[in-house]
Structures are given as structure tokens and as C-alpha cells.
């Protein structure tokens, strides 16, 4: 008989802490995104930028969370938490929407020559 303690369970990555879908701050603030997960083995979090949006802009990513400085224009876009181990990958995106005083920027279109925007008037009262 094989003693219990040798057997280990192995799962691909479960997110256990994940930011919202969709964060508007305010440009120059800067924001901490954040992701968990549980797996075995223990899975590795890394954060990137969608394919879509522009370059990943300078940023620090230490246990699972991402700060990113919204004082440069790139910083608005999609960014997404991926959690992987050899069973398995996991992957969560948050949309980052930059607001200036008076306006909203919101990335609509990405295409070959970059992200255009859309910028509405939001009425401060």
C-alpha cells in the first residue's frame, strides 16, 4: 500500500483575485492591478498588454500585481493577467479607460497604424 502523503493533486490555474473587467482612473494617477491564483504546481502570474493595444508601457509587476502610471497616453488599453502552469493557463483582461479633466478616452479602433480615439465630453457638475 502507497502511503497517502505521496499522492498531490494537479490543476491547471483557478484565479482566486482578479481586478475588475473595466477601471477608469484619472490621468497621472497611477494604478495597481492585481491577480491570484491557486494551481498545482503552483502557477507563474505575468502581466502584458493585448495584442491589439500599443506597446507596454513602463510598469512594475511584483507578486501578481501590475502598477502602471497613467501619466503617458499609452497607458489606457487592455491589459491581461496570465496564469500559467504545465496543466494549464488562465487568463483575465482588464480594460484601462484614462479620463482627462473634461474628457474620456476610449480606445475603439486598433489597427495596423495604431490605436485612434474617441474622446467624449463628460460634463464635471
Known amino acids: 500500500m502507497i502511503p497517502e502523503y505521496l499522492f498531490s493533486v494537479l490543476e491547471p490555474p483557478i484565479f482566486t483575485k482578479k481586478p475588475s473587467s473595466q477601471v477608469v482612473v484619472e490621468r497621472g494617477s497611477t494604478i495597481s492591478l492585481c491577480c491570484e491564483a491557486i494551481g498545482s504546481p503552483r502557477p507563474r502570474i505575468e502581466w502584458s498588454r493585448a495584442p491589439q493595444s500599443s506597446y507596454m508601457s513602463p ?11 497613467t501619466a503617458k497616453e499609452n497607458s489606457a488599453g487592455d491589459y491581461i493577467c496570465s496564469s500559467r502552469n504545465r496543466f494549464g493557463l488562465a487568463e483575465t483582461l482588464t480594460t484601462v479607460i484614462v479620463t482627462l479633466t473634461g474628457f474620456v478616452s476610449i480606445p ?6 495604431g490605436v485612434i480615439y474617441l474622446l467624449l465630453i463628460v460634463f464635471l457638475f
Open 59 to 69: 510598469a512594475f509587476q511584483e507578486n501578481g500585481c501590475l502598477e502602471v502610471n
Open 108 to 113: 475603439y479602433f486598433r489597427g495596423l497604424f
